[in-house]
């Protein structure tokens, strides 16, 4: 069974990174077709996809975010990174990382962790 | 990138159904099969319902359909039960340059 869990601060500080991990276990991130993406949910709004990054390692990004975002992988480890800078209060939210194929279809979710932008 | 338009609030009572709608462009829904739709409890991730327009993930209880007529989607959800009170989100592929986009999800009340 695959399983994602999101890692990192907690607490970001205004205009610095928010940087934060998906470590994924009972799957390989190399596993061809799949799709390894960063998906928010501010409070009380909706779902917010961030970008993805292919098993190939190519990278998808939200365009309203683009300018802000790098997605990376570590294959040794099996774990992709989400790195967004210049952060504000409107980043604050719940990360999730999660899994999707070709049909853009997410399958496989972690539960989320919470990101505080704030000084 | 424009979200995907649901309705915010959809209700019913136990047994009934109910269809949420999700409005894209040519662009997204319209134009290609790539539709999903998610459950959304509080504070517990999000759970695929049906890809792929009306394909349903094995698990998935028949009572959860998809379907597609132009630019919009549904989601209809029969014999309501009080667990399906949740949040519900759709999603679309939108292209190379705006591969998901989501709608901005539709709260369902079992009355």
């Known amino acids: 069974q695959l399983q994602l869990q999101e890692s990192g601060p907690g607490l970001v500080k205004p205009s610095e990174t928010l940087s934060l991990t998906c470590t994924v276990s009972?799957?390989?991130?190399?596993?061809?077709?799949?799709?390894w993406n960063w998906i928010r949910q501010p409070p009380g709004k909706g779902l917010e996809w961030i970008g993805s990054?292919?098993?190939?390692?190519?990278?998808y990004y939200n365009p309203s975010l683009k300018s802000r975002v790098t997605i990376f992988a570590d294959r040794s480890k099996n774990q992709f990174s989400l790195n967004l800078g210049s952060v504000t209060a409107a980043d604050t939210a719940v990360y999730y990382c999660?899994?999707?194929?070709?049909?853009?279809?997410?399958?496989?979710w972690g539960q989320g962790t919470l990101v505080t932008v704030s000084s | 990138q424009s979200a995907l338009t649901q309705p915010p609030s959809a209700s019913g009572s136990p047994g009934q159904s109910v269809t949420i709608s999700c409005t894209g462009t040519?662009?997204?829904?319209?134009?290609?099969?790539?539709v999903s739709w998610y459950q959304h409890h509080p504070d517990k991730a999000p759970k695929l319902l049906v890809y792929?327009?009306?394909r349903r993930p094995s698990g998935v209880p028949d009572r959860f359909s998809g379907s597609k007529s132009g630019n919009t989607a549904s989601l209809t959800v029969s014999g309501l039960q009080a667990e399906d009170e949740a949040d519900y989100y759709c999603?679309?592929?939108?292209?190379?340059?705006?591969?998901?986009?989501f709608g901005g999800g539709t709260k369902l009340t079992v009355l």
């Open positions: 792929g327009v009306r």
């Open positions: 009972g799957g390989s991130i190399r596993n061809r077709g799949d799709y």
């Open positions: 040519s662009g997204d829904v319209g134009g290609y099969d790539y």
């Open positions: 999660a899994r999707s194929g070709d049909d853009s279809d997410i399958d496989y």
């Open positions: 990054i292919y098993y190939s390692g190519t990278t």
């Open positions: 999603s679309a592929y939108g292209g190379i340059n705006n591969p998901l986009i």
